[in-house]
């Protein structure tokens, strides 16, 4: 498994920005896709984005398009989630996440992803 270590999390007001990054460690960064999730109280995981190794394809959740940016810096085992124009519903804890793959596509589904950061809290106020 990959060690990873999000950093950038903190309070914003309601159309602010936030830039999360993720430091990994331990394993061949550019043999995982690697993802960004979040968990509000009382709430289920959500995945939120999606990129490939090679940075060249991504996937987002419908309520983040436009707004949210994923991206990887290979050469420095790190991959960075952009987040404009927050809202309130985007408080949570945001998880970055890696997922083993043979293949150059982005991962959505949450049992794939076999490494988890311990979380950096978003908050959005209104």
């Known amino acids: 498994q990959v060690q990873l270590i999000e950093s950038g999390g903190g309070l914003v007001q309601a159309g602010g920005s936030l830039r999360l990054s993720c430091a990994a460690s331990?394993?061949?960064?550019?043999?995982?896709?690697m993802g960004w999730f979040r968990q509000a109280p009382g709430k289920e995981r959500e995945f939120v984005a999606g990129i490939s190794r090679i940075g060249d394809s991504t996937l987002y959740r419908d309520s983040v398009k436009g707004r949210f940016t994923i991206s990887r810096d290979n050469a420095k085992d790190t991959m960075y989630l952009q987040m404009n124009s927050l809202k309130p519903e985007d408080t949570a804890a945001y998880y970055c996440a890696a997922a083993p793959s043979t293949i150059n596509v982005p991962e959505i589904r949450r049992s794939r992803y076999n490494s988890w950061g311990q979380g950096t809290q978003v908050t959005v106020s209104s």
């Open positions: 331990g394993r061949t960064f550019s043999n995982y896709a």
